[in-house]
């Protein structure tokens, strides 16, 4: 049953799809106005009610330390500081994108007040991306919670028992594409790795406050391409404008100030994204003004990379070194040496490096879209690279997660499958009609077709990319395995006309999203429910 207040129903008629990832701005706040209670009157006939029992249960055998950590966070209008003489009015936590860190121990509870002070009637939530937690923490309104209205709070309050890199952001929306966002970090009292620091890498594609806002791309991207030439290009067609361009192409008499033309990535099997970026940051800052980390030559460092973009992938290397994977979304990898990482949308690796002396790039290659992001790292005298820097590094080695193989400690035992279900994703530019099984998802409806499990079931999801477009599919509540013996992970890339088979095991009841984390094709409608049967 959506979590939704009776006076909504004509306002959710505006849009449909607001469940995802972000914020839907004044006029389809509405959509989701809700009180600022998770509870209600319980989960759909014949499916486990997100505050059911059954939930309750499976938290109370979480592993905790006992001990409460407590934030408040407060979702608000700001004007940001991009770098560079760059500002941005957006939306954010506390004044700052990314939002500041939140960091835990495994087996500590979250107590986290969100505030909303969003303008107008602007309706937010937020999403604990990657945790397996309690269903009714999950933030996904109307169907785990009701969102949190404006000027009303809401408290989180979850035991986080599995160690990894994480972040948060609504799930309202495309207010991901905004400045709310922020990691969460889950430290293990047991860490097997030695190294000396750490440093939190958020990788963010940014046009908020700059060309215009997210609702506004999203209006221009759901018209569709409609029958325009695009000159032999598979839907696309011209070339990305600088950040000083005015932006827009007239094709046809449509505007397209913010759809993104041209973009073409061999890794990503063709058309790499639908959105212009005037930038790209890392940790909040553009490349000509970056984000420096300061140590000494010879110190082993983690870097915990997380990609909080909503439709960029990042070719992500450091100039003149080595990176060693050790994990993927938050879990142990056989660890593997590369040159880059190819990183999709909600993915998370963490890498170890051993700093050389001198200046060196950063560098988050918006991949196919011919622009970066960087930061640098500083041990010694040097100079600053030139902010389009290209380390020879972004051309060596690419890992991905196809090449990994999970930790023997996290591996899946082998099992007989359960349930197998065929996840077809579908749609294309033309009509902008994304959506999974040709079903576009309503969330006046969030639980009409759930893809349905039973608890203890080994489970099999065949994702089927029949698109011309990539697509990092995200799972809440759950990390999955590629194939037999591939990395646990809960967001992974499909390639265009490619087929990814993952297994998870049904352990924590509820009623879970499945999406694209492209934030504009889940907003489009490429998205499931998947639903423990009661």
Same mark, same amino acid.
């Given at each position: 049953?959506?979590?939704?207040?009776?006076?909504?129903t004509?306002?959710?008629?505006?849009?449909r799809?607001?469940v995802?990832?972000?914020?839907?701005?004044?006029?389809?706040?509405?959509?989701?106005?809700?009180?600022?209670s998770?509870?209600?009157?319980?989960?759909?006939?014949?499916?486990?009610?997100?505050?059911?029992?059954?939930?309750?249960?499976v938290?109370?055998?979480?592993p905790?330390t006992?001990?409460?950590?407590?934030?408040?966070?407060?979702a608000?209008?700001?004007?940001?500081?991009?770098g560079?003489?760059?500002?941005?009015?957006?939306?954010?936590?506390?004044?700052?994108?990314?939002?500041?860190?939140?960091?835990?121990?495994?087996?500590?509870t979250?107590?986290?007040?969100?505030t909303?002070?969003?303008?107008?009637?602007?309706?937010?939530?937020i999403?604990?991306?990657?945790?397996?937690l309690?269903?009714?923490?999950?933030?996904?309104?109307?169907?785990?919670?009701?969102?949190v209205?404006?000027?009303?709070?809401?408290t989180?309050r979850?035991?986080a028992?599995?160690?990894?890199?994480?972040?948060?952001h609504?799930h309202?929306?495309?207010?991901?594409?905004?400045?709310?966002?922020?990691?969460?970090?889950?430290e293990?009292?047991?860490?097997?790795?030695?190294?000396?620091?750490?440093?939190?890498?958020?990788?963010?594609?940014?046009l908020?406050?700059?060309?215009?806002?997210?609702?506004?791309?999203?209006a221009e991207?759901k018209?569709?391409m409609?029958?325009?030439?695009?000159?032999g290009?598979?839907?696309?067609g011209?070339?990305?404008?600088?950040?000083?361009?005015?932006?827009?192409?007239?094709?046809?008499?449509?505007?397209?100030?913010?759809m993104?033309?041209g973009?073409?990535?061999?890794?990503?099997g063709?058309?790499?994204?639908?959105?212009?970026?005037?930038?790209?940051?890392?940790?909040?800052?553009?490349?000509?003004?970056?984000?420096?980390?300061?140590?000494?030559?010879?110190?082993?460092?983690?870097l &915990? *990379?997380?990609n909080? %973009?909503?439709d960029?992938? @990042?070719?992500v #290397?450091l100039? =003149?070194? +080595?990176?060693?994977?050790?994990?993927?979304?938050?879990y142990?990898?056989?660890h593997?040496?590369?040159?880059?990482?190819?990183?999709?949308?909600?993915?998370?690796y963490?890498?170890?490096?051993?700093?050389?002396?001198?200046?060196?790039?950063?560098?988050?290659?918006?991949?196919?879209?011919?622009?970066?992001?960087?930061a640098?790292?500083?041990?010694?005298?040097g100079?600053?690279?030139?902010?389009?820097?290209?380390?020879?590094?972004?051309?060596?080695?690419?890992?991905?997660?196809?090449?990994?193989?999970?930790?023997d400690?996290?591996?899946?035992?082998?099992?007989?499958?359960?349930?197998?279900h &065929? *996840?077809?994703l579908? %749609?294309?530019?033309?009509? @902008?009609?994304? #959506?999974?099984? =040709?079903? +576009?998802?309503?969330m006046?409806?969030?639980?009409?077709?759930?893809?349905?499990?039973?608890?203890?079931?080994?489970?099999r999801?065949?994702?089927?990319?029949?698109?011309?477009?990539?697509?990092?599919?995200?799972l809440?509540?759950?990390?999955?395995?590629?194939?037999?013996?591939?990395p646990?992970?809960?967001?992974?890339?499909?390639?265009?006309?490619?087929?990814?088979?993952?297994?998870?095991?049904?352990?924590?009841?509820?009623?879970?999203?499945?999406?694209?984390?492209?934030?504009y094709?889940?907003?489009?409608?490429?998205?499931?429910?998947?639903?423990?049967?009661?």
């Open positions: 049953m959506a979590y939704r207040d009776k006076d909504t004509s306002v959710n008629s505006i849009n799809r607001s995802l990832l972000a914020g839907l701005g004044a006029a389809g706040a509405g959509a989701l106005a809700a009180c600022n998770a509870s209600g009157s319980g989960g759909a006939p014949g499916l486990v009610s997100p505050s059911g029992s059954a939930v309750t249960r938290e109370k055998k979480r905790s006992g001990k409460v950590v407590k934030r408040s966070l407060t608000t209008p700001v004007r940001l500081d991009l560079g003489g760059i500002m941005a009015r957006t939306w954010a936590f506390d004044g700052r994108a990314p939002g500041k860190e939140i960091r835990l121990t495994a087996g500590d979250l107590a986290a007040e969100l909303n002070q969003l303008p107008g009637r602007t309706t937010t939530s999403h604990w991306h990657g945790l397996a309690r269903n009714d923490m999950d933030g996904v309104p109307p169907a785990t919670q009701r969102a209205r404006a000027g009303a709070a809401f989180y979850f035991i028992d599995a160690p990894g890199t994480y972040f948060f609504p309202v929306g495309v207010q991901l594409d905004r400045g709310l966002h922020a990691p969460l970090i889950v293990d009292p047991k860490e097997p790795l030695s190294y000396d620091d750490e440093w939190v890498v958020v990788l963010d594609d940014w908020d406050g700059v060309t215009g806002t997210p609702d506004e791309a999203f991207l018209q569709g409609g029958g325009m030439d695009h000159g290009m598979s839907g696309m011209g070339s990305s404008p600088s950040p000083e361009s005015s932006g827009g192409h007239d094709m046809g008499g449509m505007d397209t100030s913010f993104l033309m973009a073409d990535s061999e890794l990503l063709g058309d790499a994204g639908d959105v212009k970026y005037p930038y790209h940051l890392v940790n909040g800052r553009v490349p000509r003004d970056p984000a420096v980390y300061t140590g000494k030559p010879g110190k082993r460092v983690r &915990r *990379i997380i909080a %973009g909503s960029t992938a @990042y070719r #290397a100039g =003149g070194h +080595k990176l060693t994977v050790t994990h993927t979304d938050g142990p990898v056989e593997r040496r590369t040159d880059a990482l190819l990183i999709g949308m909600g993915e998370r963490d890498v170890l490096v051993t700093l050389d002396d001198g200046v060196f790039p950063l560098v988050a290659l918006a991949e196919g879209k011919k622009a970066s992001g960087m640098l790292i500083r041990t010694g005298p100079g600053k690279p030139s902010p389009t820097v290209r380390p020879k590094e972004l051309d060596g080695m690419i890992m991905s997660a196809s090449r990994l193989r999970a930790a400690e996290v591996r899946l035992s082998a099992k007989r499958v359960d349930r197998v &065929r *996840i077809e579908t %749609g294309g530019m033309d009509k @902008y009609n994304w #959506a999974i099984n =040709g079903r +576009k998802f309503d006046n409806d969030p639980d009409a077709s759930p893809l349905r499990v039973e608890e203890g079931q080994r489970v999801l065949d994702f089927v990319n029949t698109t011309d477009m990539w697509h990092p599919m995200h809440h509540g759950h990390t999955y395995q590629l194939g037999s013996a591939g646990r992970k809960d967001t992974t890339i499909v390639l265009p006309k490619k087929k990814v088979s993952v297994v998870f095991d049904a352990d924590n009841p509820g009623q879970w999203m499945l999406h694209c984390h492209n934030a094709h889940g907003e489009a409608g490429m998205m499931a429910l998947v639903a423990y049967a009661s």
